[in-house]
């Protein structure tokens, strides 16, 4: 199962309009989590080996931070780690991750979440599944393995699907699917003795020209939101007095 | 003669695509295609030309049936390459997003998903897109030689659409699908439109079960407005899809929105920063939400929201 770790979007401060990165601490992705839940009860149930597979990019802590993902459940981690791949663009990613699927060997089942915590672009899974040529299916809130095959369920629009996947096959999941475990203590003790790999790009047969951008980030600034940012305190009684005492003077009940 | 390729496999969507696929092709000095997958997909060729199309590529082939990623992709890929289309537009629904990463992997093409805004500057795409969990906006440009870009469903307006000529194309396409499709069955739900409401109760994850939504309803009476919801909600099935606000539902632009236990995620607020006046009502002074909200009552919501109805009946 594929995880991503980037910067913890709840201490992501603007300052002038620019996100402040510096000091905000990596973690795992709450859908990657979720994934990480899905992929040990698949094991549970239906036996295999759940490996955490991530690619550093600019995470210097990224040891640290799979270990979460150890310390869950994941059987193994194996990290993508160069510094010709600190910043990638989603198709690099996928490069790396199908070229890390494909040294492991044998995946039955690729999970992720369906997007990051960050940028939610959810473009990986898919182009890992493409890069790997086998068939997908994002948004499941039910993944369970029949013979041969992943089965799942997943809400679209007006409809509740049910599908089935041949193995090898790629799968995002929503958060609706589970609610990760929380690990113990001992369990957290354990990871650090858990099988991690370390692999560079070299490792992978990938050089700094296979993962040129196709895209680039122009700018990245807070939008110009002109909100008034009033907060009303006291007791509930005063709080709804004053609250809709500001909605009538906006002009939005009352008229 | 290069094209601009649209496709969604909302119908609506796809002729917003092509309406304002037109604007930029015509700037660009490239033709619009677009194209109809799946079963039916026919029908759709006069409303996508009525759009804008010059040509609709219509696919009806067995594994475009629940429009599955890897032959949908593979349709489109081989219909780009038919056309000589240099940019493709998609739409930014589930579906869509799922299929942009494919189909632009196939193409070797760099893609932007959830695109809210996209326009030429000196001939070249810039989309926007959030980031960061909506802290901000990205601009993001496109280097490849084919870009692909999902633009959220109503970002551009149908309306006023140039026709093109709607000239229909049934390409040979060669497909295959991995996906089986075992059971697709109708939620049970309501139906409501969230667009043109001009008061919009918002109800989250704060609620502890859907018989407290009864609350939600209570205010949204008390202030002549609809109730929508973040789509956790809706997973849960507690309330219908169509009151779904955000990525995944109704993009809003109310006079007000009033969120009641909605922590803010991106997913959501992406439906309701259009809107005129924003407030909150959350436990949690810390939530995403009051970061862009013009009124925040931190509190219960189970003491606060009663307040509120009993205050705004004395209005």
């Known amino acids: 199962m594929c995880v991503k770790t980037n910067p913890d979007p709840q201490m992501v401060r603007i300052k002038n309009r620019e996100p402040v990165l510096e000091a905000v601490p990596f973690k795992l992705g709450d859908l990657d989590k979720n994934a990480l839940e899905t992929a040990i ?62 040294k492991l060997g044998a995946c039955d089942l690729l999970l992720f979440g369906e997007g990051s915590s960050d940028n939610y672009t959810g473009q990986v899974p898919s182009r890992v599944a493409e890069k790997l040529g086998v068939p997908q299916v994002g948004y499941a809130r039910k993944v ?3 013979e041969g095959a992943v089965r799942c369920e997943r809400s679209m629009d007006e409809m509740i699907e049910t599908l089935e996947l041949p193995l090898p096959a790629a799968v995002t999941v929503v958060s609706e699917i589970n609610e990760p475990r929380i690990p113990s203590l001992m369990h957290i003790m354990k990871a650090g003795s858990k099988p991690t790999q370390v692999w560079t790009l070299s490792d992978l047969g990938l050089d700094a020209a296979a993962l040129a951008p196709k895209q680039e980030v122009v700018s990245n600034l807070a939008e110009e939101q002109d909100r008034k940012h009033i907060v009303f305190e006291g007791t509930a009684a005063e709080q709804a007095e004053a609250f809709v005492n500001a909605l009538v003077k906006e002009g939005v009940v009352g008229r | 003669m290069a094209d601009l390729l649209v496709y969604s496999e909302k119908i609506g969507t796809a002729c917003e695509l092509a309406a304002k696929g037109r604007e930029f092709a015509q700037a660009l000095g490239l033709g619009v295609s677009a194209a109809a997958l799946g079963t039916g997909a026919a029908a759709q060729a006069a409303e996508l030309g009525a759009a804008g199309a010059d040509r609709v590529f219509v696919g009806e082939d067995q594994a475009l049936e629940g429009w599955p990623a890897d032959s949908v992709a593979a349709a489109l890929a081989q219909i780009v390459a038919e056309a000589d289309a240099k940019v493709v537009l998609l739409g930014s629904t589930r579906r869509g997003k799922e299929l942009a990463g494919r189909l632009a992997e196939k193409l070797g093409a760099g893609a932007v998903t959830d695109v809210n805004g996209l326009e030429l500057e000196d ?24 870009k692909v870009f999902a633009v959220m469903p ?33 939620k049970e739900g309501d139906t409501v439109s969230l667009d043109a409401a001009p008061r919009i109760v918002g109800v989250g994850r704060g609620f502890g079960k859907k018989e407290d939504l009864a609350l939600g309803d209570q205010l949204a009476e008390a202030l002549e407005g609809i109730v929508g919801c973040t789509k956790s909600l809706a997973d849960f099935q507690w309330l219908g899809e169509d009151r779904i606000i955000g990525l995944s539902g109704a993009k809003t632009a109310p006079d007000l929105y009033l969120s009641v236990g909605v922590s803010g995620q991106v997913q959501h607020t992406v439906g309701v920063s259009a809107a005129k006046l924003i407030a909150a009502i959350n436990k949690d002074k ?21 307040a509120v109805i009993e205050r705004l009946k004395a209005v």
């Open chain 1, 41 to 102: 009860q698949l094991r549970d149930a239906a036996g295999g080996k759940v490996v955490a597979l991530t690619v550093a990019e600019s995470n210097r802590k990224i040891k640290e931070t799979v270990k979460d993902a150890l310390a869950m459940g994941a059987d193994e981690a194996v990290i993508v780690d160069d510094p010709a791949a600190a910043t990638l663009d989603q198709a690099a990613v996928a490069t790396v991750v199908a070229a890390a699927v494909q």
């Open chain 1, 144 to 146: 369970e393995a029949v």
């Open chain 2, 123 to 146: 001939g070249a795409f810039i989309a926007a897109r959030y980031a960061f969990a909506g802290a901000t906006v990205a601009r993001e440009k496109v280097g490849s030689d084919v």
């Open chain 2, 154 to 186: 109503k970002t551009f307006s149908a309306e006023d659409a140039t026709a093109g000529a709607g000239a229909v194309v049934t390409p040979a396409l060669q497909l295959a699908t991995g996906m089986k499709v075992v059971e697709r069955r109708a």
């Open chain 2, 286 to 306: 810390e939530a995403p939400i009051f970061q862009m909200a013009d009124y925040g009552i931190v509190g219960d919501l189970y003491e606060v929201v009663p």
